[in-house]
């Protein structure tokens, strides 16, 4: 499901004497500066009680002639606003900067610019904020994008009165919090990735902002940082279908085309006391008892919430009937009759080898498809889900598709 990725108002904030006549030469010189709200005042004390939610953008100062107090100043709007980038000037040609650039090191500090130069400096900075204004990505493909060209960046992500962050180094996502809510790591990321109608919105990452890695938000995009067939699908581990998040199949013939097993599957029925008339009978007696409106509601949310998803059903294992299916692209009758047979096979070996639990689910990893089969609890059910693998989020579809189940009304 894609979303409007429209990047929310940028605000700059101009503390200057000149403040005012650089605004309007802004407005004349730069074209995108009719999107931004401006704010303006002639000291940094007076800024400093602005309300910010979010930190202005951009912070522009000009380093006042007798610069005392400047470098606590600095500090201060750092501290307040610690996503915000920052550039000084000064007017005074012969002022001396020396000791305000090895302080800050991470600050652009123009020297006596002349308007032009300021305003070009301004809109550089400005655009690099934000790349992706107007495009039509969902936040997966932003992150994914991210992860291809192994950006180091801040992800604001909006959606109502809710906003968060995504912290990414290299393209590896390492932190995420909601800031709207005490939400933060791997269960932020995810609700974030579940928000529709979602604004997005890039910001430098901070200068002094700490690098903890957190090693399950680390692997939340390693299967999915490149499609297969893209110049860095190479350079994506293989290894991620060791990932334990996700119960893999060992076997091959889970993964083969449903075809070459058709001669199979007439032997099993008759090993089963299914001939008989009452046990013939059943299967449709028991079909009517399923509410097939939530059947019908669950299939279609989970086309119209799961990124990458084009196909989906709702099987008995008991009987390999499918109860509702939604979707196309491939034959699902037959599809829940395939993997009937590898849910019961591999309820078959884990009986065998005595181990204990319950499966959540299973995934199958395909040239260009992911198919997710997912055991709904204390039921003989499970939801089929069929995802295109350069559209998918698999760690966000497992999430959903296991709530969708628990929503499920059978």
Known sequence: MSNAILAPVPHLLLISEIAQMLQEKLRQSVASASKWLVHSCTHMD?????????????????????????????????????????????????????????????????QAPDLRTLCSSIEQHMKATFPFSGQELSLTEVLKLL?????????????????????????????????????????????????????????????????????????????????????????????????????????????????????????????????????????????????????????????????????????DYNSGMALGTAGGGMNLELAAGGNTDVVRAKLRTMKSLGIQGQIEDILITLDNQYHIIYLIPNTPLFLYLVLQKDRANLALARYKLKSLGGELKV
């Open 147 to 315: 992860a291809r060209q192994k950006k180091s960046v801040m992800v604001r992500v909006h959606a109502g009165h809710h906003w968060g962050r995504l912290h990414l180094e290299q393209g590896i996502l390492i932190d995420a919090k909601v800031e709207s809510r005490p939400a933060q790591g791997y269960e932020a990321a995810l609700e974030m990735l579940s928000w529709h109608g979602i604004k997005v919105f890039l910001e430098r990452l901070p200068a002094l902002l700490p690098h903890p890695i957190n090693p399950e938000l680390a692997t939340l995009l390693l299967e999915d940082a490149a499609p297969s067939g893209t110049p860095d699908h190479a350079a994506i581990p293989q290894e991620g279908s060791q990932d334990p998040m996700f119960f893999k199949r060992p076997t091959r013939r889970a993964m083969d085309p449903p075809g070459p097993e058709t001669p199979q599957p007439p032997s099993q029925p008759e090993q089963e006391p299914v001939p008989s008339s009452p046990a013939a009978e059943a299967a449709p007696v028991k079909s009517e008892v399923y509410n097939m409106a939530s059947i019908k509601e669950t299939l279609e949310s989970s086309l119209s919430t799961i990124d990458g998803a084009t196909a989906a059903a709702l099987v």
């Open 46 to 110: 007076q800024a400093l009680q602005m309300d910010f939610p979010q930190g202005p953008d951009l912070v522009v100062l000009e380093v006042p002639s007798q610069g005392k107090g400047l470098s606590s100043q600095l500090d201060q709007a750092r501290t307040l606003w610690p996503h915000s980038a920052y550039m000084l000037f000064t007017s005074n040609p012969k002022l001396d900067v020396l000791d305000l650039k090895n302080q800050f090191e991470d600050i652009t500090i123009l």
